[in-house]
């Protein structure tokens, strides 16, 4: 296989951006991540990419806990924000503000959008990602906006 042209083929998949984010104890944790599709109508499935040596992981898969939160166009700057590791405090995660959920999992409160989410199954040691199945617990819809896709940013990630 030619790997120049798998690299330009599987970056040609339509991927949103996303914030993941979870909690264990005092411990947070938060990505940009890519890779998520509903997987399931009932139960209301997810499907997300994690890498398995991030802190999002460690947290979520200690806690049974995240929330995936929806990054809108021109919300570039939230998405970046998480791309750095983890730091918490007071003021909020990476410097965006956070209110806690129904299952306790970190919610930015500037995402227009957000599920909140149980970890249901961890399928791991396949590849370089672990596939993440979440259960939606609960969601909202805050503003009604146009999701951001790797097309549309500055960045690329696949292939």
């Not at 503000?97 to 999992?105: D, E, L, S």
């Not at 596939?131 to 939606?136: M, Q």
Request: charged share 20%; proline share 6%.
């Amino acid at each position: 296989m030619n790997a120049t042209n798998r690299k330009k083929t599987l970056r040609m998949l339509s991927n949103g951006l996303y914030v993941l984010t979870s909690s264990s104890g005092e411990r947070y944790g938060a990505a940009t991540v890519s890779w998520v599709s509903q997987a399931s109508f009932s139960p209301p499935l997810l499907m997300a990419a994690v890498r398995p040596d991030s802190n999002v992981f460690a947290c979520l898969r200690e806690s049974g806990v995240a929330v995936l939160h929806i990054v809108g166009r021109g919300q570039e700057e939230m998405a970046r924000r998480f791309f750095a590791p983890t730091r918490a405090d007071d003021g909020g995660i990476n410097g965006e503000p956070y209110q806690r959920g129904v299952t306790r999992a970190p919610i930015l409160r500037q995402a227009p959008a957000y599920v909140e989410c149980k970890v249901r199954n961890i399928f791991s040691g396949l590849g370089d990602h672990a596939l993440v199945v979440l259960e939606v617990v609960d969601a909202e819809c805050r503003a009604p906006v146009r999701p951001l896709t790797i097309a549309e940013s500055p960045w690329e990630y696949g292939g």
